[in-house]
């Protein structure tokens, strides 16, 4: 676009060619030296991030129109059994629902007693996420909702089964998230059974999660379910995370070579929750003061 | 004449959307690490056929929209791009009469150092990748260079862009 201005008598030469590269090196490396300390770019990720949002949503566009005919010409029948099925469902939420509630009074008189605080329950925001592939380095997703929708840096994915991942990047229109399976994520977590704390982190593999600091003679199962421990901040306490699916102990090693499998189905969710964790705020407050 | 320079110049544009649009596109697991750069190739092109018009700079904003969209460093892909449109129009006068085979030949070694850069530029900044991820790309954007290029020949000789 620059180039078109001057001319030069030699047809096969681009004025200022050299120049300008140098210069564009310049300025690259000057971003990437800003952008990775600290993020004094946001906004101006943020407003090219708008720019590119048409095309994120007409790349998603086919998918969303497939699975919308999908949906309108499914036949009656399949309705009707689809229907029949999720009444099934409801039922058992319910009455499941039943027993939580008076264990959820139960638990709040108990802690009382215990002069702990009480348990918050967390906000919850439905998010789809688009058909989108972002960072070819990193397990991650791009949802449709934004800082616009109140959505921040850091904050916790979660579907029906378990957690899925967390914000790293809140756009105004559309965020990014990482999978709890990307190997740059680390996730403080305890063992449901026990309350054995560690950390689960991810492998690269979108169905297994490691746990690199779990001592050899740990008590800890094969079968166990690790739900997140609150510790970190950035994950609201309670939420299954995985389950464990191996465990090999190493005489010679210090730690044990134990390997889980998400809860969440991270490769095929289509709808996320992002929580907006009131309880975590609260108990943040309340060890300030 | 600026109104039938810019109106040629729609198509490249459209061609480096539509590009972005494949580049952010789903793919399965499987084949996504073998998803070609279509950016880089469309940089490779454009600023081998008409260098004075699309080249560093191009490349470069090119770059910046790639990386802010897929959430690299800001930069990255900017600076890859930019030593890429570089080479392309330092040889393109050799390259516009290779024939073929042989250009597609001089597509991967340019395809390679892409990756090498951005491979480098992640590891200064401590970003793992498996290996398959820089490979991955080079392989199936060499092969797929004499398509896209018949189908862009194609589009450039019809709408007499640039």
């Known amino acids: 676009m620059v180039a078109s201005r001057g001319s030069s008598s030699n047809p096969g030469r681009v004025p200022a060619l050299g120049l300008r590269v140098l210069v564009l090196i310049f300025i690259s490396i000057m971003l990437m030296y800003f952008d990775n300390r600290d993020n004094h770019l946001d906004t101006v990720r943020t407003s090219i991030g708008v720019a590119v949002y048409p095309l994120r949503v007409i790349v998603d566009a086919p998918v969303r129109f497939w699975n919308w005919l999908d949906d309108s010409t499914a036949s009656r029948n399949s309705m009707e059994l689809e229907l029949a099925r999720l009444k099934a469902e409801r039922l058992l939420t319910n009455a499941r629902l039943q027993k939580f509630i008076s264990l959820e009074a139960e638990n709040a008189r108990l802690r009382a007693l215990l002069d702990a605080r009480a348990l918050v329950r967390d906000r919850a925001r439905v998010a789809e996420i688009m058909s989108v592939d972002a960072n070819p380095y990193s397990h991650s997703l791009v949802i449709n909702v934004g800082t616009q929708d109140g959505v921040f840096d850091g904050q916790a994915l979660i579907d029906a089964e378990g957690v899925v991942g967390q914000v790293i990047e809140a756009g105004l229109l559309t965020s990014q998230a990482m999978l709890i399976s990307d190997t740059e994520h680390a996730l403080p977590v305890e063992v449901n059974r026990n309350g054995l704390r560690t950390i689960v982190v991810g492998t690269g593999k979108i169905d297994e999660l490691g746990l690199p600091f779990v001592v050899n003679n740990a008590d800890i199962r094969v079968g166990d379910l690790l739900v997140t421990s609150g510790l970190g901040g950035a994950f609201p306490a309670g939420y299954p995370v995985a389950i464990v699916d191996s465990v090999t102990r190493i005489p010679q090693e210090p730690y044990a070579d134990v390997t889980a499998t998400p809860a969440a189905s991270l490769g095929q969710v289509r709808e996320v929750m992002l929580i907006f964790s009131v309880g975590a705020k609260e108990t943040e407050a309340a060890t300030d003061d | ?162």
């Open chain 2, 1 to 162: 004449m600026t109104r039938d320079r810019a109106s040629r110049r729609i198509p490249v544009i459209m061609s480096f959307v539509f590009g972005l649009m494949l580049t952010i596109m789903p793919l399965p697991d499987t084949i996504a690490a073998f998803r070609p750069d279509w950016l880089a190739m469309l940089v490779i092109f454009w600023a081998m056929q008409l260098p004075r018009t699309w080249s560093v700079g191009t490349a470069w904003i090119v770059g910046i929209v790639l990386d802010a969209s897929q959430g690299t460093l800001l930069g990255q892909h900017a600076l890859a791009l930019c030593c890429v449109a570089f080479i392309t129009v330092r040889f393109h006068l050799l390259m516009r009469v290779f024939p073929v085979p042989q250009l597609t030949a001089s597509v991967f070694p340019i395809l390679a150092i892409y990756q090498f850069l951005l491979f480098w530029i992640n590891g200064v900044a401590g970003v793992e990748a498996p290996s398959i991820a820089y490979w991955g790309p080079v392989i199936s954007g060499t092969l797929l260079w004499p398509v896209m290029m018949a189908i862009l020949s194609g589009l450039r000789y019809r709408t007499r862009s640039g």
